[in-house]
């Protein structure tokens, strides 16, 4: 059964899914109606055809802006920078943040071949320095990984020359070594109160 194999493959690329889970999700996907399988495909080409990154943020969306970024109730003088557009999401779900994101698309990991120009971090600097409201305020909110602190060291140091931004890091209950979408929204929210200058 190749076909089946080939879809079990392709299913164990997503993330979080084991061999088991991907033959799982190959079988209910076989047993499912016609309809069901098809309404799949036509949402999986839709969102591949339609969704972008955000020429501002980097998250993504299906718009020109992102709905925060063109939200004018959002707190301009404040930015937090995440690896992942997950953690946006994480971030919002906790509802302790009412600023704007940057989005970096991962963290520096110089075993894994990931250095700074593979990372949103020159458009970064280019925003807060272009900001048409002055930026006072940088939330480096990377994971709280060994990659996540790299790269929140690697920022803060080039953030240091720009005088009137305040470089903070988010603390208070975060586990170390853990990921910021699987961390609750009431942590979360805490984690971002108690965020300490760098």
């Known amino acids: 059964m190749k076909s089946f194999q080939k879809l079990a493959a392709s299913l164990k690329r997503l993330p979080g899914i084991g061999p088991k889970q991907a033959e799982r999700m190959a079988i209910f996907l076989l047993r499912a109606p016609d309809f069901e399988t098809e ?3 036509n949402a999986l080409r839709q969102a591949k055809s339609s969704i972008r990154a955000c020429p501002q943020c980097w998250d993504f969306t299906d718009r020109e802006l992102c709905p925060i970024c063109s939200d004018p109730e959002r ?3 404040r930015l937090c920078v995440v690896e992942e557009p997950q953690d946006v999401i994480a971030i919002e779900r906790s509802r302790g943040y009412k600023g704007l994101y940057h989005v970096l698309h991962g963290a520096l990991s110089p075993l894994d071949g990931i250095g700074p120009d593979m990372l949103k971090i020159k458009e970064l600097l280019e925003r807060i320095r272009k900001s048409e409201s002055p930026i ?10 060994t990659e996540g602190e790299a790269t929140a060291l690697y920022i803060s140091q080039l953030l240091k020359p720009i005088a009137r931004i305040k470089t903070t890091r988010i603390a208070l209950g975060v586990p170390l070594g853990g990921d910021l979408d699987y961390i609750d929204e009431r942590t979360l929210s805490h984690a971002l109160t108690g965020r300490r200058e760098l």
Do not use: F, H
């Open 39 to 41: 309404n799949l495909i």
């Open 136 to 145: 006072i305020e940088a939330i480096l909110a990377t994971d709280p990984d």
């Open 75 to 77: 707190d301009r003088a």
